[in-house]
């Protein structure tokens, strides 16, 4: 029996040890992949929240037609994407609030977000490519943290995104063209 077997039976069984290993277990990747998407830590922090407890709630629904991973990462990235739809719908107002905070002091400043698995040394340049992946659309937004701060293939990414490997090979093209274009006026000035 494999881990996600073992994981599996566990949780359908409500077992709090087999929940407890399965957040530990799962828990980087969903929070590194909400963090690549929403570039938040907070917001990050709150769907990797919200992930484990719609895989709680929803384990018994869990089919087996795909790997327990992939369908982890479909949830995580479908729960981020409506964090960010959801920050997007956010009144005018909102903008100040998050500048500001409710107590009216500066708050941290997304456009200078750097993922924390990024050296030093290498940090002025990846925060200039994630204010530039910033600007991708949802999905090739998804698909490009996916495959490149993931490290999944584009088989992984399809079976996740329930997409077909052209179209993921597509959103990937497309998001290294946009990345391109968001870069070459950086390298310019």
Do not use: C
């Amino acid at each position: 029996m494999n881990s996600d077997s073992t994981f599996i039976t566990g949780l359908k069984n409500q077992d709090s040890k087999a929940y407890t290993d399965f957040v530990k277990s799962y828990s980087s990747k969903v929070y590194n992949t909400s963090l690549g998407i929403l570039q938040n830590k907070e917001d990050a922090e709150e769907v990797a929240q919200d992930v484990f407890i719609k895989i709680f709630q929803s384990i018994q629904q869990f089919d087996g037609k795909s790997s327990l991973s992939t369908w982890v990462y479909r949830i995580t990235v479908n729960k981020s994407l409506d964090a960010l739809r959801s920050k997007k719908r956010k009144s005018p107002w909102s903008v100040f609030v998050n500048f500001f905070g409710d107590n009216g002091e500066l708050q941290h400043n997304a456009v200078d977000f750097v993922h924390p698995g990024v050296i030093m040394e290498q940090r002025e340049h990846a925060s200039q490519l994630f204010k530039a992946i910033e600007k991708l659309p949802e999905r090739q937004k998804a698909v490009f943290v996916l495959h490149k701060v993931e490290e999944l293939s584009y088989q992984e990414i399809a079976d996740a995104l329930e997409l077909s490997l052209s179209a993921v090979d597509s959103l990937m093209s497309r998001a290294r063209t946009n990345l391109k274009q968001y870069l070459t006026p950086i390298k310019d000035t």
